[in-house]
């Protein structure tokens, strides 16, 4: 079975756009725990710090994160591809 490349790329990005904007909305308006649970994600202790969320940094890290899924899931289906 081949995998479409441009699909799975787009699908990739798409979920990565709408987890972002999920967790940046997370962000916004449960900053303390949003902050415990990176933490606990990175074994670290991130209560000292705080957040710096702007509106231009959520939509320089939406466009970050889309172009880097899409390149990944396309990559993936690549390879997935030739390894047939």
Not at 6 to 18: C, D, P, R, T
Not at 19 to 24: A, D, E, G
Not at 55 to 66: D, E, M, P, T, Y
């Amino acid at each position: 079975m081949k995998l479409d490349a441009m699909k799975l790329g787009l699908a990739s990005a798409i979920s990565a756009a709408v987890l972002w904007v999920m967790c940046s909305f997370l962000v916004m308006l449960l900053p303390a725990m949003m902050i415990g649970m990176s933490g606990d994600m990175l074994h670290m202790q991130l209560n000292d710090m705080g957040w710096h969320l702007s509106f231009s940094g959520v939509v320089k890290g939406l466009i970050a994160w889309i172009v880097m899924a899409g390149v990944t899931g396309w990559l993936v289906a690549a390879v997935y591809n030739r390894l047939q």
